[in-house]
């Protein structure tokens, strides 16, 4: 158990609401090497999100706790750095300066001018971004925008990095771009990442190993699945790999089997239930 550097025990969340409130999430256990890459996936409104913000320090679990490098989580930290869906630069910033408020407010007391200079020279070269530097936000494109703040929570050198779909609101190419990105610089960093996702081929593409979570109310964690892909992975030769395919398979029938999201009663007539659901009901 020492072994893991994150690790979630027994995370309990609800939140308050009349009739005892809203149960999301039921012991969550969960421990994450050094350098790991974890998906968390399931269907939209299980949970996952509270998840990551637990980690976050963002919200406190109802009972249980996250630690990190053998330190007890209690508050946000420049030791967990998030990237979410929706970017989260300041407008009236441009490109170079949103990831400098950050570099300075981490390493303001420890490196010259010069020094953070570089550093943020260099993490916006490795999200491919050294062009735009002098950019507003609202000058550059979504992917770009998504870019910047990867930058951003890298050159935070966080312990974590914590990934809230941080693709989901890019179209198909932009989105495989970066995740090839995000691939290249998790290899060469070796970052520690829990990466939200819904998407089956980003996790099983991304991550050494795929939580799978159920669906809430009381939602948990019903099945871990192991990626034993070599890296460096290349997207296009996987398409056809045998192992690729099975993990795929494994999400795929937990999601859409075991998982399946049943239609509320009153929208559907009794005939429509299968044989299946009928024996269930
Ligand atoms: N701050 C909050 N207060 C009350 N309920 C919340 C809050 N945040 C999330 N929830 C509820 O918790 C559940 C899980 O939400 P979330 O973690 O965002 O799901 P996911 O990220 O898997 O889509 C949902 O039912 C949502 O309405
Ligand atoms: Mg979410």
């Known amino acids: 158990m020492s072994k893991a550097y994150l690790s979630l025990s027994r995370v309990d969340m609800t939140f308050a609401g009349p009739n005892g409130g809203n149960p999301v999430l039921k012991n969550i256990n969960l421990d994450v090497r050094r350098g790991e890459y974890i998906s968390l996936i399931g269907h939209s409104g299980c949970g996952k999100s509270t998840v990551l913000n637990i980690v976050a320090g963002l919200l406190e679990a109802t ?17 967990r750095a998030v990237v979410f869906q929706n970017h989260s630069l300041l407008p009236w910033l441009t490109v170079y300066q949103n990831v400098e408020i950050a570099v300075d407010k981490i390493f303001g007391g420890s490196r010259s001018k010069a020094e953070r200079k570089d550093w943020i020279l260099h993490n916006l070269a490795m999200v491919n971004m050294s062009h735009a530097l002098d950019r507003l936000p609202s000058q550059i494109s979504g992917g770009m925008k998504q870019r910047v703040g990867i930058a951003r929570a890298l050159a935070m050198e966080p312990k974590v990095l914590l990934l809230d779909e941080p693709f989901g609101a890019l179209d198909a ?18 970052n520690t990442v829990m990466m939200i996702t819904h998407d089956v081929d980003e996790a099983v593409l991304m991550s050494d190993r795929v939580v799978m979570m159920t669906n809430g109310p009381s939602a948990t964690i019903g099945q871990v699945l192991d990626v034993p892909l070599p ?13 690729y ?19 509320p009663i009153s929208a559907r007539t009794s005939s429509s239930f299968t044989r299946k659901e009928k024996a269930v009901a």
Do not use: M, W
Request: proline content about 4%; glycine content about 6%.
């Open 63 to 79: 009972s249980g706790g996250v630690i990190v490098d053998n330190r007890e989580v209690n508050a946000p930290g420049p030791d």
């Open 173 to 190: 190419l932009t989105r495989a771009h970066l995740q090839d990105e995000v691939i290249r610089i998790q290899s060469e960093l070796g």
């Open 231 to 243: 890296r460096p992975r290349n997207r296009i030769a996987l398409a056809e790999d045998h192992t």
């Open 245 to 263: 395919n099975h993990c795929r398979q494994e999400i795929l029938s937990f999601l859409y089997e075991k998982q399946r999201k049943v239609e």
